[in-house]
């Protein structure tokens, strides 16, 4: 049973062009799926409609059972409670401590003033502080999370998703705004976590060579199409030549 | 589960917040002008304050005012050679004010002078800017009379103020490299400001006379009103609180409004254009 | 190439300064501004005012009821300040582009803010005056009005600079709109507006002032009064306390943005 499926979805912001093109895949629970392709590709915007930050124009996506594009307001919370979000600039509250930023991640469970008095249970806060643990941070918990480095934000990011207890981790270009000794961190961790804790990630990326060392499957993306959807060891030059448009050599040594 | 890093409470609760002195003077400025606000209301002189049909009166008195502007004291041509008094009066004070600010913020400058004088120049701007511009105006009146000098004088006096301040940090946020670019080819001071920091301030220094010019058209009212410096302040005065006569208060409103929202626009313009980046 | 640039911009500057003095020369006829008078009036004003504005021992009488006035006004100022503030802090989430709950609250609150802005203090004071009387009411409201357009201007700019992403980080957390609005907007911007906030009181201060003279309450009262019987000396007193309240603000609020920001 696919934990995530895809059918024909497609997306436009203008009339004559659309972002996405009759897009449709599976993902079955704890797989690591990378989507790779160049940038413009839709990669982010495939992302964005799978938790409805972006409204989707064309097709379905059924998430856990449920249609991801009927949902009222209150049944999209709980789905975006039930799916981890990642990004690419970590997207934290910049004045705020570590471990309140970690702890927003439960907002999604809370009442509107619950969240506002910032009324967390025992056992949240000791959790925060278990994944804060967990990814090596921990002695940073009290830092304001803007005093922190690159790789070290990325980790917040990732326990912030993770206290939502998801299915889903949904990750946007995680690794793009770090070095790569901080990107080798961050992508051992998202391994571990689909593995070890069986949550399943998709990951949006754009270095060939990362998707296809870490991940179960690779979707490439052209110009809002599929153009590859495969195990990583399948995806051979040609392939990569298809999803990008340029000789590989080129994208390996950039 | 027990940490040596997780700091709690006596009650064994776990603490979330950093409590850095930052966040500590943050709320303790919201506490504190929060507790002063309560206070103030028990300073209020509230002599001959009957609330509610003062609120009804106003009410009426905006609705007259909006719905229904007419000028029967003083007539339309009168009424916008008036607004070009005040716009006058605002630019001749913007003008002048930018000149001998520019000199005086070169002084303020600590990239630019030695530091005994930009210290005196801004305990001298400070003074000034500590003082109501109205009072200028009025005290001026005193030695000059009331008239068009007491009142450019005295809007001139904050217009300096305000331009040094915004000037010198602009001459302080030049590159170094630059001035010390023109130093080692032996060039003087003034060859200094002339081809390094002028050029590279200038659209800069433009956009803020420019906002001094906006915020001197509403000095100019006021001051015409307060101080009977003429222009249409006066006339707005006259209208409200000796004739009585909303309905010439509305007309003299909206026309202040007009030419308010104009400035308004002109400077957002000239903002996106000059430094569409630099809005932080 | 370069040549040609550089005259053309030389060409624009000289007409750029051209268009100025001509409007300088238009505006010094239209108000009969005389700028030898306007030099020649600066010496003479000041050596007047150090003759004639001096603090004697006579005006120190005066102290208490000028530190009263002063009270009332500074206290006005911080309460019309503190509950504008308030006010502004809603129309500006509704008006920042990264909170607005939908485009017509968004219009109506930039609408609010920039009418109850560009109407001048001097008229949201003589409107009020006529119903609510000579008493400190008058003041806090025509101060308050004006500081809301300000202020929400301000928070609007503030709010919209403060980052979109910890917004769309929590809104895909699924948090509601008033937790993402309290816990990921409002602690990113709230020390730029408690700097706009300490700026207004400032202001408002000054402002305080002018409303006085217009509206017969407080310090501006006070200093219009004394000007009026032409007691000098205390005219200096009054300016002096005015001056020596809004520094020390300053300086405390100098203090506590250096420490938030």
Known sequence: MALLKVEGLGKSYTADKKILKNISFEIKAGELVSIIGPSGAGKSTLLRCINRMVEFNEGKIIFNNQEVGNLNKKELRHLR?????????????????????????RFGYKTTMQGLLGRYTEKEKAAAFHLLEKMGIHEHAYKRCDQLSGGQQQRVGICRALIQEPKLILCDEPIASLDPNSSKIIMDLLKSISTEMGITCLVNLHQVDVAQYYSDRIIGLNKGEIVFNGNSTELHEDNINRIYGTKTEDLITS | MEATYIKTKKDGRIVIKSGNKGDRVLKGTIVVLSILTVISFFFFNYAGLELGSAIRETAYNLKVMFLQPALSTISLSEAIYQVGVTLSLAFLATVIGAVIAFFLSLMAATNLSPVWLTRIVRVFV????????????????????????????GMLFHSIAYLVKAFSEAFEEIDKGIIEALQSTGAGWWHIVKSGVLPSTFTYLLSWIFLRFEINFGVAVAMGAAAGAGGIGFDLFMASSFYFDMREVGFITYAILIVAFLLEVISTRMKKRYFPASSN | MNEKTMRKSRWQTVIFLLIIITLTYLSSIITSFSFADGLATIPEALGWMTSNLMVTGESLDKLPNILEKLAETT???????????????????????????????????????????????????????????????????????????FLTRAFIESIDEASQSSVEALTATGATYFQIVGKAVIPQCLPQMISWVLFMVETNIRNATLVGILTGTGIGYTFDMYYKMLDYNAVALVTLTIVITVIMVDLISNYVRKVIL
């Open chain 3, 75 to 149: 206290f006005m100022s911080i309460a019309a300040t503190t509950i504008a503030a308030v006010v502004s802090l809603f129309l500006g989430v509704l008006g920042s582009k990264t909170t607005k709950v939908n485009n017509f609250l968004s219009v109506f609150a930039r609408f609010i803010a920039s009418v109850s802005r560009n109407i001048p203090v001097v008229a949201w004071s003589l409107v009020l005056l006529i119903s609510f009387g000579q008493n400190s009411v008058t003041g806090f409201l025509a101060l308050f009005v004006g500081t809301v357009g």
């Open chain 2, 126 to 153: 400070a003074f000034i800017r500590a003082v109501p511009t109205v009072l200028w105006v009025l005290i001026f009146a005193i030695a000059a009379g009331l008239g068009s000098e007491a009142a450019v004088l």
């Open chain 1, 81 to 105: 409670a039930n799916i981890g979000m990642v990004f690419q600039h970590y997207n934290l509250v910049p004045r705020l401590t570590v471990i309140e930023n970690v702890l927003h991640g």
